[in-house]
Each structure stands twice: as C-alpha cells, then as structure tokens.
C-alpha cells in the first residue's frame, strides 16, 4: 500500500502506530469475529482456533502496511486468493470481513483518514478473495 508524500508519515505502518497498534487491531478484529452475531457466518468459515491466524494477519498487515515483511519471509510470496480457495467466500463473508475490520479499525482509534483509506483497500482485496458469485 503507499502513501502520498503530503502525509506526515513515512508508511501506512507508521501511520497506524507501529507493531503494537497493528497487533491490537488484528486481536480486536479476531475478538469481534469470535463475538459477535453480526460475524457468525464469517467465524462458521475459520477453524475452531483462532491463534494461527492471528499471527498470520498481524504478520502479513505488518509488511502491507510498509512495515517488517515477516509474513513473507516465513511464507513467501502470500498468494492471498489462492490461500483462500479452500474456503467459500461469497458477498455475505466478504461483506462481514469488512465490518467486523471497519469495527475493530474504529474501537482501536485509527486515525479516521487511514481508517477511510484502509477501508477501499481492504475492500478490493476481500472482493478479489471472493470465489462464489452469492
Ligand atoms: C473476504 C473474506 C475473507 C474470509 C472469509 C477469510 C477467511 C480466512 C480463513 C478461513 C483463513 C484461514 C485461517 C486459519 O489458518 O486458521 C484465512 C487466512 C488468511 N487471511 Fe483471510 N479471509 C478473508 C479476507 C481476507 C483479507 C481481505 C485479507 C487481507 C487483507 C486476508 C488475509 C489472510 C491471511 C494473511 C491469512 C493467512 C494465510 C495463510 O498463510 O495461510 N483475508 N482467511
């Protein structure tokens, strides 16, 4: 993801409040799909442990962001919409992906302008993981 150069910092990364904020994000976003009604359909998809990809997001928003690359570095290349093959992912899951983020994105207090920017990014790669057409 980039940035333009009017913003007051040098990565997304940075921006969002280094390791310790992407980390609460990612545990906020796992608490949520865990808890709430609203993301039941979305946690139905995920195993009965979450621990794996808790790491897993935290490691690969890390290096997204313009910060440490430790996801590829572990993996290589993320190949995100083939990881994502052997789940069903149609608009209701994509949709819930996204608010169950946008939520944990505000309870967290990122900053509302890259709130707005993370969201259309997350968007087009949650729609580019979709692999159902309902
Ligand atoms: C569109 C709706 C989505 C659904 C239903 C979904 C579901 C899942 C599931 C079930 C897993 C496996 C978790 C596990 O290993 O226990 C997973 C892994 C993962 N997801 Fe998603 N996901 C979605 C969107 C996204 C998006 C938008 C991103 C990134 C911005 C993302 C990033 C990841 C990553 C990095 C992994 C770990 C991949 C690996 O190394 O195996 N996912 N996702």
Redesign the pocket.
């Known amino acids: 993801m980039q940035i333009e150069e009017s913003q007051p910092f040098d990565t997304p990364y940075a921006w969002a409040g280094g390791e310790a904020s992407v980390r609460a994000l990612v545990d906020r976003f796992y608490d949520l799909m865990d808890l709430e009604p609203a993301y039941k359909e ?1 946690r139905a ?3 009965p ?2 621990t ?2 808790r790491d ?2 935290f490691w ?2 890390s290096g ?1 962001l313009g910060g440490p690359q430790e ?1 590829t570095e572990r ?1 290589g290349h ?1 190949r ?1 919409r083939m ?2 093959m052997p ?1 069903a ?1 149609g608009i209701l ?2 949709d ?3 608010a169950c983020m946008a939520q944990a994105m505000q309870e967290t207090g990122l900053d509302p302008a890259l709130h707005a920017r993370l969201e259309k990014s ?1 968007f087009q ?2 729609d580019w ?2 692999n159902q057409n309902v």
Do not use: C, N
């Open positions: 979305l998809v995920h195993g442990d979450l794996s990809a897993k997001l690969f928003l997204w996801y993996f993320p995100l990881r994502h789940f992912i899951e994509r819930q992906w996204l997350f790669t949650a993981m979709r």
